[in-house]
């Protein structure tokens, strides 16, 4: 719809394959040559024809989920011995996403935080290593035009002839109300889905969607393998049976190995597919094979000394296979891995204050370009005096400033603003990346998109910048009025929300952290980090952690939310890793079970 809106060359520009600031999840260096396997080659095959209108489609997760993960060296570390960590982002509730705990048997010992149902700790060490996850983001899914003979859509067009659809028919029950059967149509390619009956208006054909998640496997024993590993190569071995979703898997050893391996199931692709619609009558569109496990992307002990991910894009253009640019993180990365080149060795503070860092790196590229453009001519003393508290901004978004406020408000009305063409068209279309965005606004000032479709005015984005800002001060003189000072932490309110629907009575609001989804502490309104992991690798490990919730899921609790007042003020808890279950410090209480046989 994009291609059809733009052609192919504004596309581009909108849409490039790769951002060169970005400092990938692998480094630039690393060498691919024991790679020998090749992308399949590009068929000279034209996109297909759309003969569906959508005016939506499916929902997609939160735009704010996503994760830190890091590890140094013994070289760059205080005492010798490596050091890890992770902060997954996701949704803030009460009771907690995560719970921590210790799981000993004969066999091993481990300690972390885990999810209800799952088999072993998800995040977390044992006596010799130590593992943390952040999302990979990598296109493990890929839509095809479906062709259908008839309206009966019991057959579909591939390869030349036609296919046999198979049907499966889902019985939901409805409370007071008529059964729905809903017949789901399967391809090769997957179900199907975008016709008819749902958000498509053609009863011949259709989306069909391919999807690694579709293929199963056994994830939770790469789980099960990390909670009883010894070193590097049980690691390794437990990550070869991982699916999906692919992740970033960081790692650190008492044996003085640091390593991340981005693991998941990953389709051979040749260079853009699956970028645009596929289509599926042509057996050249379909996935040809997969990258042998070997063959992802990885590195172990590089010389740099650490090793980091945080959703940014996994490698550099040198790597043999073809990766698609999902344009997600960009800032993150980049102040990560800038901390761990300022200096030769790194201590537990260090990492504490990283996790906690509040440096907006977005506002820092984009604003210092407005302030030397934007015409102030007319702005009258109360906007003058919010222009000089953002122009004195630090780019920190600590909780007592006033600057965040300003910055968030301005952002949210520029970012819609410039993309306006995007709401005025029917068509679905997913707006640029928020890093080419602000490309634009430095590099193409001028370009037709500045203007403001609802205007007679041929604006550029230096007018653009001084009538979102009027706005974004008016909006805040008004808030002001309303609520009081619009310091970072009352104008953001993060808040916990109880799981069912954030119930006020079961719920924590006006939570005074700083930061926002594009620092390394990602804290936004209801999203941030769900739980923080430090673990040294010493002979056992030492951990610290910390979580917004509390170890009861009670509300009558004072267990139910007694982590977040220390969450919120970046304070961590020294974790109580028993090496011998008869250990009776620190213990508050113990149950124990006995069946009854």
């Not at 102040?335 to 060795?345: A, E, G, M, Q, Y």
């Amino acid at each position: 719809m994009l291609l059809k809106v733009f052609g192919k060359d504004r596309f581009d520009l909108l849409y490039p394959d790769f951002f060169d600031i970005n400092d990938p999840v692998i480094s630039k260096e690393t060498d691919w040559s024991f790679i020998d396997m090749k992308m399949p080659e590009t068929p000279e095959s034209e996109i297909p024809s759309d003969s569906i209108t959508l005016s939506e489609t499916l929902e997609k997760t939160n735009p704010h989920n996503g994760s830190n993960n890091w590890a140094v060296s013994g070289e760059k570390s205080y005492s010798g011995h490596p050091i890890l960590a992770n902060d997954p982002h996701l949704s803030l509730n009460l009771p907690s996403i995560w719970f921590v705990m210790q799981l000993a048997t004969p066999e091993h010992n481990s300690f972390g935080a885990t999810l209800p149902g799952a088999l072993g700790i998800i995040s977390g060490f044992n006596n010799h290593i130590a593992w943390g996850e952040t999302n990979a983001t990598r296109d493990v899914l890929d839509w095809y035009k479906i062709e259908f003979k008839d309206t009966t859509r019991k057959e579909y067009k591939h390869d030349g002839q036609w296919k046999k659809t198979t049907q499966r028919i889902e019985e939901i029950k409805i409370r007071n109300g008529k059964t729905l059967y809903d017949t789901i149509i399967y391809t090769h390619h997957g179900p199907v889905t975008y016709d008819h009956n749902f958000k498509g208006d053609n009863p011949k054909a259709g989306y069909a969607m391919q999807w690694v998640g579709h293929m199963g496997g056994n994830n939770q024993r790469t789980f099960l393998k990390f909670n009883e590993g010894k070193n590097y190569d049980d690691y390794l071995n437990a990550l070869k049976g991982y699916t999906a979703p692919a992740q970033n898997f960081v790692f650190a050893s008492t044996q003085g190995d640091i390593a991340l391996w981005i693991q998941g199931k990953f389709p051979n692709k040749w260079e853009g597919q699956g970028k645009f619609l596929l289509d599926g009558s042509n057996p050249q569109h379909d996935w040809q094979n997969f990258i042998p496990q070997a063959f992802n992307a990885h590195t172990k002990n590089p010389e740099r000394g650490f090793v980091s991910s945080a959703n940014q894009h996994p490698v550099d253009e040198s790597y043999p296979f073809y990766v698609f640019n999902d344009g997600y993180e960009t800032y993150r990365n980049r102040t990560i891995n800038d901390f761990f080149r300022s200096k030769d060795k790194f201590d537990i503070q260090d990492f504490k204050n990283l996790q906690n860092n509040n440096y907006n790196l977005k506002a820092s590229e984009l604003l210092p370009y407005v302030f030397a453009n934007m015409d102030t001519s007319s702005l009258n003393t109360e906007e003058m005096d919010i222009l000089n508290t953002i122009k004195m901004w630090d780019f920190y978004s600590e909780i007592d400033q006033l600057a965040p406020s300003i910055w968030e408000s301005w952002w949210t009305k520029l970012s819609e603003i410039i993309w306006d063409e995007y709401d005025a068209d029917p068509l679905v279309m997913d707006k640029p990346f928020t890093y080419q965005t602000i490309e634009m606004l430095k590099n193409q000032p001028e370009d037709e998109l500045m203007d403001i479709v609802s205007t007679p005015e041929k604006e550029t984005a230096k007018d653009l910048f001084l009538i979102t800002f009027k706005e974004t001060a008016k909006e805040l003189v008004e808030w002001k009025a309303a609520h009081g000072d619009y310091n970072w932490s009352a104008y953001k309110a993060t808040f916990v929300g109880h799981l069912l629907q954030a119930l006020p009575a079961f719920s924590r609001f006006d939570v005074p952290i700083g930061g926002d989804y594009n620092t390394v502490n990602a804290a936004s309104k209801n999203h941030g980090p769900s739980w923080r992991m430090i673990v040294e690798m010493t002979s056992p490990p030492i951990g610290y952690g910390i979580y917004p919730g509390g170890q009861s899921g009670n509300p009558g609790s004072k267990y139910y939310d007694n982590f977040i007042d220390q969450w919120a003020a970046g304070d961590y808890i020294s974790l109580l890793f028993m090496q011998d279950q008869d250990a009776k410090k620190d213990i508050m209480a113990t149950q124990t079970l006995i069946p009854n046989r």
